[in-house]
C-alpha cells in the first residue's frame, strides 16, 4: 500500500485545448475558401441590389442544403414592398450571383420583418401626421348642423358632420 501510495500508476491527463485556438486556423481557411456569407453581402447589397431595392431589403443568411445544388438567400422585406420583391426575385438572384459567383444562389426566401438597418442605407421616408386643428367656433357649427338637419340620424350624417368640420377648419386656418 505504502508504494501505490507514493507512485502513481498513470499520468495525469492534460486539459484539452481552447476550442478556438484549435479552429482559428481551419476558420481562416474556409472564411478564405468560401467567403463570408450574407454578411459579404451586408457590405455591398447597395451595389449589388442598387439603390431602390437595398432601401427596402437586407439580406440575412444564406441556406446551404445538405444535398449539394444552390443555396437560398434569405431576404428581411419590409411589409408591403415583399410582392414587388417577390416579382423582382429572379433578377436579385442573378445579381446575387453575379457578385458571388456562378449558381451559388438558387432560390429567394423573402421574410416580411422591419429591417434592422445597417451602414449606408437611409431609411424610407415616414408621412408626417397633421396635427389636429382647434376646436370650431359656435356659429361655424351651428351652420353646419343647419345644413345637414335635413338627413337622418346614422353613421352617413355623423361621417358628413365630420367632414364639414375638416373642411371648415381647413378655411379658417386659410384665413389666419
Same mark, same amino acid.
Given at each position: ?94 445579381? *446575387?450571383?453575379?457578385?458571388?459567383? *456562378?449558381? *451559388? ?72
Amino acid at each position: 500500500m505504502r508504494i501505490l501510495r507514493a507512485k502513481r500508476t498513470r499520468p495525469l491527463r492534460r486539459p484539452p485545448p481552447a476550442a478556438g485556438r484549435s479552429l482559428a486556423k481551419m476558420i481562416r481557411a474556409l472564411d478564405a475558401r468560401f467567403g463570408q456569407g450574407a454578411e459579404g453581402l451586408q457590405a455591398r447589397w447597395r451595389e449589388i441590389v442598387g439603390e431602390a431595392l437595398s432601401r427596402r431589403t437586407e439580406p440575412v443568411r444564406l441556406i446551404t442544403p445538405k444535398t449539394g445544388g444552390g443555396a437560398t438567400l434569405e431576404l428581411r422585406v419590409e411589409g408591403p414592398s415583399a410582392t414587388l420583391i417577390q416579382h423582382q426575385s429572379q433578377e436579385v438572384i442573378d445579381r *446575387v450571383n453575379l457578385f458571388l459567383g *456562378v449558381g *451559388v444562389v438558387a432560390r429567394l426566401r423573402i421574410v416580411q420583418a422591419p429591417l434592422r438597418g445597417f451602414k449606408g442605407r437611409e431609411p424610407l421616408p415616414v408621412p408626417r401626421r397633421r396635427r389636429p386643428m382647434g376646436p370650431l367656433d359656435a356659429a361655424d357649427e351651428a351652420r353646419l348642423a343647419e345644413s345637414l338637419a335635413a338627413l337622418p340620424d346614422g353613421a352617413l350624417k355623423a361621417a358628413l358632420t365630420r367632414l364639414g368640420r375638416e373642411v371648415l377648419r381647413a378655411e379658417a386656418a386659410e384665413t389666419r
